[in-house]
């Protein structure tokens, strides 16, 4: 069982706007603004598109956003297109013990 | 161009071991910190540990799942990385990431925004 709950899947049709949740505790969402966000497409590794809760590294498109509230942070894609079908994870920083949790996944189908 | 490219993996009994190896290229390999990522089959990634850059020790730190068992080190001198894993249990069975923390003009995410990821290496733990 991973660390941080995120529904196992989400969907949108091409243009529309989909939010996928990620739920941790008080002791690393809650606690840290250091929440990231990856897309993983099938047979290739994590992509960062967010850190910082809601900064986009350089090259990532600004149709990714990102925000947190309380113990729940959430990742918004706007404007969906056929190429952001993919698995998405999110990640916090946590603890001496373990520095990073990473979410379950979410699986995006752009219908 | 900046690369990662790890090596080492393949089928393992349980209770054996394996020694991964994560090369370098195009990074400030002696300032960095590194971390190895492991995704097991249909799962989420899981962090493993992370080694501090020579300067800070190279200290390292561990997930509580691999701590005893596994030992990361790093060679400066040929830009090289390595996760040592003794004591192998099913459970391991996952391909393993080395993985570099985001550097931007603030400074880096060693620890919680991870931007070059090497291919990986598959890891299989079995009788």
């Known amino acids: 069982q991973s660390a941080l709950t995120q529904p196992p899947s989400a969907s949108g049709s091409p243009g529309q706007s989909v939010t996928i949740s990620c739920t941790g505790t008080?002791?690393?969402?809650?606690?840290?603004?250091?929440v990231s966000w990856y897309h993983q497409h099938p047979g290739k590794a994590p992509k960062l598109i967010i850190y910082?809760?809601?900064k986009r590294p350089s090259g990532v498109p600004d149709r990714f956003s990102g925000s947190k509230s309380g113990n729940t942070a959430s990742l918004t894609v706007s404007g969906l297109q056929a190429e952001d079908e993919a698995d998405y994870y999110c990640s916090s920083y946590a603890d001496i013990k373990t520095l990073v949790v990473f979410g379950g996944g979410t699986k995006l189908t752009v219908l | 161009e900046v690369q990662l490219v790890e090596s080492g993996g393949g089928l393992v009994e349980p209770g054996g071991s394996l020694r991964l190896s994560c090369g370098t290229s195009?990074?400030?390999?002696?300032?960095?910190?590194m971390t190895w990522v492991r995704q097991a089959p249909g799962k989420g990634p899981e962090w493993v540990g992370r080694?501090?850059?020579?300067?800070?020790?190279?200290?390292?730190d561990y997930a509580a799942v691999v701590k005893g068992r596994f030992t990361i080190s790093r060679d400066d001198s040929k830009n090289m990385v390595f996760l040592q894993m003794d004591g192998l249990k099913t459970e391991d069975t996952a391909v393993y990431y080395c993985v570099k923390g985001l550097c931007t003009d603030t400074g880096c995410h060693w620890d919680d925004a991870f931007d070059i990821w090497g291919q990986g290496t598959m890891v299989t733990v079995s009788s």
């Open positions: 008080s002791n690393d969402v809650g606690r840290h603004n250091y």
């Open positions: 910082e809760v809601s």
């Open positions: 080694i501090k850059d020579s300067t800070q020790g190279a200290t390292t």
């Open positions: 195009g990074i400030t390999f002696g300032n960095a910190w």
